[in-house]
Structures are given as structure tokens and as C-alpha cells.
């Protein structure tokens, strides 16, 4: 009779090792040897067998601590040899295992059920409407329950019956080398039960595709991106929960802010002699004008703080600030009488009102001559 490997050595792994580097380790080791990989091998279905041996002790916490303290001779003697490869976690890693193998067989009777899919939907808002909220109606199109059959699937309401293949387990077994395999019933798809007659208005799906309309609520601060979930609102489920509704929200641009954050940016002409002389401006807001003061010789691209004036924080803390940013315009066509009083105007002002001008011209004498 030939000597039994020591199961650590078996399954390649330390005697420290923790419980779940020993399930890696066999499924690792069972993958490389399982029958169906390595069809008529006998040496690969042994290893298989001696690695599954190896894992039903060391995976067991009582089993793995009487074969430390005696090693293989604590499952010698009358009553004590054989193992079930069939029990408790190691069949649900054998199932894991055969999933695999066979396309992702699950265990377990009776119909199946399905959560939906969840959804997406595109909205499209204004600025305004992203920075304040606003409430939308939608209508999407989705799978819902068919009034038809109450969901069921069957003509009538009629209830589906046990699959004769299965007898309601989902699952057909056949014997596999040393051992039973489950595969998914090919009657029933798995589901444990099967429709006589399907309901004509949804072909047995239980589910019709129509329109749903609802209201959705958009909190303010929102922007491009912003992902709002309506719990419930997505696919009806195949006897499970419904998905999810996801609303993606698309802003608009604004012919006059644009957005930074929570700062809402307004880039504001002025005429040369306001920007000179100052003066009061009637200043666009998110809502309405309001008065702002302009220093004289404001220059341009000089920006202005209204404090509060922005969009408020989507999650609650304050508002941001709208920055005015002033420019200056040159004036493109001037009548006789204009151009008279700027030609009088260049005469008289000197470099010395012009700082900025000459600063500029000084630093190119210098670096050029």
C-alpha cells in the first residue's frame, strides 16, 4: 500500500496557513488536475482525488487540528476511514469549481430569480435649472410586470409547473469518475419550472416593454455628470427586485455665465471713457441685475467679486460668488467729431498717464536699444 503524502506537502502550502490560502491552493491544484481537463489520465485523476482529500481535512477546523496532533493515523482504524466529498463547503467549492467546467451551474429548487438591470436615462437642463433645481417629467421605455399573466408568464395567470427533467431542482446530476456532477437542467434553463402554454402577450417572459413616466426631482447645485439614482425605477426583476434608474444630467450652456465650481464667471463690456471715468454698472445675475460700483481706471480683465451670487453647494454648504470680469472695448468706428477729441485727448495725455505703456516701452529700449 502506497505511503500517504503529508497533505500539507499535498496541497502546497505552509502549516501556517490560514484557511483561505488552503482553498486557493486546491482550487488552484483541481483546476490544473480535474478529469475533464485531463480526460483518460489516471495520474491527473489521482492527484485530482488526493488533493480533494487533503482539502476536505485541512479545510475542517476539527479535522485539520486531530491530523496535526496524529497525522494520518487520526482517520485509521474501524469507522474512521473514507471521506465525503459531497459535504457541507467543500461540495458549495466543488460547485464553484464545476461552474466553471460547465457554463456557471447554480444549485438550488425552484424558479429562479433575477434582479433587473438597471437603467440610464440622458437629461438635459439649463444653467439656471442646474443651479437652482427644477423638477422634470421623463418617460422611459423598460420591461415592466404584464398585466396579462400577473407576471407569470403563463396564459391566463396560469402558474408554471415543475420541470419533469429536473423535478424542480434546476439541476440534472450525472456521475463523473469517482464523484457526482450537477449541471444546469437544459429543460428548464435552470429555472425548476416550465410553462405549459406562454401568456400571448409577453411570450412567457412575464414582462412587456412599455413607457413609464415619472417625475424627477433635480437638486440645485447640480452639473455636467452629475448622476442622480431612483431606486426601483429601472428593469422589473424576473421574480426579483427591480433595478435601478440612473438620470445623467447634461447643462446647457448660458449665452452670458459661464461655470467654475460653485463660482459663476460674467465677463462684462465697458466703453473706454466708463472704464476711465468709473462709474455705476448694471451687473447680470442668476437672478436679475444689480448695482456694482466701478472704480476709475479700471483696467481690462480686472475682475469683481459679488459675493453669494453664485450656485449653491449641491451637498448644502453656502453659495458660491459670481466674478465679474470686466473688458474694456476699443472702439471700432469713429465719426469726425470722435476722433477729433481722441486725437486731442493722445495730444495732451503725456507718458506720464500712461504707466503701464511705458513701463513696457522702457523694458524694450533697454533689452533692444
Known amino acids: 500500500m502506497p505511503v500517504k503524502r503529508d497533505y500539507y506537502e499535498v496541497l502546497e502550502v505552509d502549516r501556517s496557513a490560514d484557511e483561505e490560502t488552503i482553498k486557493k491552493a486546491f482550487r488552484k491544484l483541481a483546476l490544473k488536475h480535474?478529469?475533464?481537463?485531463?480526460?483518460?489520465?489516471?495520474?491527473?485523476?489521482?492527484?485530482?482525488?488526493?488533493?480533494?482529500?487533503?482539502?476536505?481535512?485541512?479545510?475542517?477546523?476539527?479535522?485539520?487540528?486531530?491530523?496535526?496532533?496524529?497525522?494520518?493515523?487520526?482517520?485509521?482504524?474501524?469507522?474512521?476511514?473514507?471521506?465525503?466529498?459531497?459535504?457541507?463547503?467543500?461540495?458549495?467549492?466543488?460547485?464553484?469549481?464545476?461552474?466553471?467546467?460547465?457554463?456557471?451551474?447554480?444549485?438550488?429548487?425552484?424558479?429562479?430569480?433575477?434582479?433587473?438591470?438597471?437603467?440610464?436615462?440622458?437629461?438635459?437642463?439649463?444653467?439656471?435649472?442646474?443651479?437652482?433645481?427644477?423638477?422634470?417629467?421623463?418617460?422611459?421605455?423598460?420591461?415592466?410586470?404584464?398585466?396579462?399573466?400577473?407576471?407569470?408568464?403563463?396564459?391566463?395567470?396560469?402558474?408554471?409547473?415543475?420541470?419533469?427533467?429536473?423535478?424542480?431542482?434546476?439541476?440534472?446530476?450525472?456521475?463523473?469518475?469517482?464523484?457526482?456532477?450537477?449541471?444546469?437542467?437544459?429543460?428548464?434553463?435552470?429555472?425548476?419550472?416550465?410553462?405549459?402554454?406562454?401568456?400571448?402577450?409577453?411570450?412567457?417572459?412575464?414582462?412587456?416593454?412599455?413607457?413609464?413616466?415619472?417625475?424627477?426631482?433635480?437638486?440645485?447645485?447640480?452639473?455636467?455628470?452629475?448622476?442622480?439614482?431612483?431606486?426601483?425605477?429601472?428593469?422589473?426583476?424576473?421574480?426579483?427586485?427591480a433595478g435601478d434608474l440612473y438620470v445623467v444630467i447634461s447643462v446647457l450652456e448660458h449665452e452670458i455665465f459661464k461655470r467654475d465650481g460653485n463660482d459663476v464667471i460674467c465677463e462684462l463690456p465697458v466703453s473706454f471713457p466708463r472704464a476711465a471715468l468709473g462709474a455705476e454698472l448694471d451687473v447680470p445675475t442668476l437672478e436679475g441685475t444689480v448695482k456694482m460700483k466701478m472704480p476709475a481706471g479700471t483696467q481690462s480683465g480686472s475682475v469683481f467679486r459679488l459675493r453669494g451670487k453664485g450656485v449653491p453647494d449641491l451637498h448644502g454648504y453656502g453659495r458660491g460668488d459670481e466674478l465679474v470680469q470686466v473688458i474694456v472695448e476699443t472702439p471700432r468706428k469713429l465719426n469726425a467729431r470722435q476722433r477729433e477729441l481722441l486725437e486731442e485727448l493722445a495730444a495732451i495725455s503725456g507718458e506720464e498717464v500712461h504707466p503701464m505703456q511705458k513701463g513696457f516701452f522702457d523694458k524694450v529700449r533697454e533689452r533692444f536699444g
Open 34 to 241: 480535474h478529469p475533464d481537463r485531463n480526460p483518460g489520465d489516471k495520474q491527473a485523476e489521482a492527484k485530482f482525488r488526493e488533493a480533494a482529500e487533503a482539502y476536505q481535512v485541512l479545510s475542517d477546523s476539527a479535522q485539520r487540528a486531530k491530523y496535526d496532533r496524529f497525522g494520518h493515523a487520526a482517520f485509521e482504524g474501524p469507522g474512521m476511514g473514507g471521506f465525503d466529498f459531497t459535504a457541507g463547503g467543500f461540495e458549495d467549492l466543488f460547485g464553484d469549481l464545476f461552474g466553471e467546467f460547465f457554463g456557471g451551474a447554480s444549485r438550488g429548487r425552484g424558479r429562479r430569480t433575477r434582479r433587473g438591470d438597471d437603467l440610464r436615462y440622458n437629461l438635459e437642463i439649463g444653467f439656471e435649472e442646474a443651479a437652482f433645481g427644477c423638477e422634470k417629467t421623463i418617460s422611459i421605455p423598460r420591461p415592466t410586470r404584464c398585466d396579462d399573466c400577473g407576471g407569470s408568464g403563463g396564459k391566463g395567470g396560469a402558474a408554471p409547473t415543475t420541470c419533469p427533467g429536473c423535478r424542480g431542482a434546476g439541476q440534472v446530476r450525472f456521475q463523473q469518475g469517482f464523484f457526482s456532477i450537477a449541471k444546469t437542467c437544459g429543460q428548464c434553463s435552470g429555472r425548476g419550472q416550465i410553462i405549459k402554454e406562454a401568456c400571448p402577450a409577453c411570450a412567457g417572459n412575464g414582462r412587456v416593454r412599455r413607457a413609464h413616466t415619472l417625475q424627477v426631482k433635480v437638486p440645485a447645485g447640480v452639473d455636467t455628470g452629475s448622476r442622480l439614482k431612483l431606486r426601483g425605477e429601472g428593469e422589473a426583476g424576473a421574480g426579483g427586485a
